[in-house]
Nanobody, 121 residues
Framework: VQLQASGGGLVQPGGSLRLSCAPSGYTYSIDDMAWYRQASGKQRELVAQVSNSGAARYADSVRGRFTISRDNAKNTIYLQMNNLKSEDTAVYYC????????????????WGKGTQVTVSS
């Protein structure tokens, strides 16, 4: 099972993008899901996280501009990014803690391959 993310691209400052992420196959259960990002030359940082009950938390730098949401029926999370700034330019990674089978007792960390978001005029 892999996490598949989509929706990145090039956008002008002030524009919007929507990222989505879902597992490629069957999962027994999914706990927290999140988006991280890594800008060139910087460490990977948490952008937003959502629990399986829908509770969300955000990095201070994106609060009020980004919204994370989750569709449990589709095992999909979304990141709506509005009022994008040049400093939002990064590779965005999807993360989830999942049990891919009932025999897996402890949820494991899974990462998507990343999708590039570039904010530039």
């Amino acid at each position: 099972v892999q996490l598949q993310a989509s929706g990145g691209g090039l956008v002008q400052p002030g524009g919007s993008l929507r990222l989505s992420c879902a597992p490629s196959g069957y999962t027994y259960s999914i706990d927290d899901m999140a988006w991280y990002r890594q800008a060139s030359g910087k460490q990977r940082e948490l952008v937003a996280q959502v629990s399986n009950s829908g509770a969300a938390r955000y990095a201070d730098s994106v609060r009020g501009r980004f919204t994370i949401s989750r569709d449990n029926a589709k095992n999909t999370i979304y990141l709506q990014m509005n009022n994008l700034k040049s400093e939002d330019t990064a590779v965005y990674y999807c993360h989830a803690k999942m049990r891919v089978a009932i025999v897996v007792v402890t949820p494991q960390d899974y990462w998507g391959k990343g999708t590039q978001v570039t904010v530039s005029s």
